[in-house]
């Protein structure tokens, strides 16, 4: 039991309860497979120790989302998470819920049933989760194809281009390249019997070495290209980027200076998938994962010590919490470890 109001079952099918007036069924995420029975009107969900239906997902905000009966009927509200409630193929705030419906909250998908639901379907099967992913696409992709079938069509007028002569154009650049480039000009001109147009030609001011001035600028300028370290700086990105990256950098130190560098990572991440080249966010994340791995292999250490001296509820609720920080590295020896000690310490406090 989380609370008065709210009981956890960790089975999908579940008999109809006393005084029920909604469920929540797990269909994703660490808690996948448990049941949510809902006695009141309004309730709470997240992470943290205040809200009535606590999950493990350590994705979700402390206090993530509030689900309560309306006069409009059944509506879910976000509490200002950081990651927001995925539903009907799109990141929401607030939306009316009916029952069948799911929605997302970090990587936990979650099924409502009202309880004027008949036992039957309480009693159904847990939607596979392959299902409901096809379903959320399947819906983004038809709002995708209604816009643009709703989009009105705009007629694109093409400007008229004005006819200009080709031989004014010939003789424009062949005006401007025999101004710029008079050595090379003036014998190509005499060719095509426009001598008298060469003698006008300005002459090419020569160096004391006898190379021409111009041949001396091109040597500068290559030699100032070959110099020019302004192309080895990273790119820029625009405001909005900047912003935004930003935000989340600031949400990660929030998250650092408190001690949780689990979702301190997550920010810092989400920082450099928004702009790569934020140094701070890189540099905190380093030191994040640091801190994060060492935090788990204190509470190991600790639920060992536990363990060794017959503290098992103690040592059972350490392994616990080291498995959530480790949910998403499983393939690390420490959460084999935790999992096959874990197994070991139930079957000795169901003896």
């Known amino acids: 039991m989380i609370r008065d109001k709210v009981f956890r079952f960790n089975k999908a099918e579940v008999p109809r309860q006393a005084g029920e ?9 660490p808690d996948v497979g448990a049941t949510f029975v809902v006695k009141e009107s309004t309730f709470t969900v997240g992470r943290g120790e205040t809200v009535d239906i606590i999950l493990a997902d350590p994705k979700s905000s402390r206090s993530h989302a509030r689900i309560e009966f309306t006069h409009e009927g059944w509506m879910v509200s976000d509490l200002g998470s950081a990651n927001g409630i995925f539903y009907s193929g799109e990141f929401v705030r607030k939306f009316k819920l009916k029952s069948g419906d799911h929605f997302t909250i970090g990587d936990s998908v979650l099924e409502f049933l009202m309880s004027r639901e008949s036992d039957r379907a309480l009693m159904a099967p847990v939607k596979e989760n392959r299902d409901v992913e096809r379903l959320d696409v399947a819906l983004a992709q038809q709002k995708v194809k209604v816009k643009n079938i709703s989009r009105p069509v705009t007629g694109v007028q093409k400007k008229k281009q004005e006819k200009r002569s080709p031989l004014l154009l010939v003789a424009v650049l062949l005006g401007v390249s025999a101004y710029l480039y ?10 095509f019997g426009l001598g008298m ?3 006008f030609l300005p002459e090419t001011p020569k160096s004391k070495n006898g190379k021409s001035k111009k041949a001396g600028k091109d040597a500068e300028k290559k030699d100032a290209e070959v110099r020019d370290v302004a192309s080895l700086a990273p790119p820029t990105v625009s405001r909005e980027v900047e912003r935004t990256a930003e935000q989340h950098f600031a949400l990660g130190f929030r998250e650092y200076t408190a001690g949780n560098y689990l979702r301190a990572k997550e920010a810092f991440e989400l920082a450099l998938q928004v702009n790569p080249h934020h140094g701070r966010a890189r540099y905190y994340l380093m030191h994040a994962d640091h801190e994060n791995h060492e ?7 600790s639920a060992r010590i536990a363990k060794e001296f017959g503290r098992n509820r103690k040592a059972i609720g350490l392994y616990e919490t ?30």
């Open 182 to 191: 008079p050595d090379e000009a003036r014998p190509l001109l005499e060719d």
């Open 197 to 199: 147009v060469a003698d």
């Open 295 to 301: 935090e788990i292999r204190k509470i190991v250490e």
């Open 21 to 29: 007036f909604a469920r929540l069924r797990v269909i994703k995420g």
């Open 322 to 351: 080291a498995i959530r920080h480790l949910y998403y590295d499983r393939e690390n020896p420490l959460y084999v470890e935790c999992e096959a000690a874990l197994k070991e310490l139930k079957k000795m406090e169901a003896q």
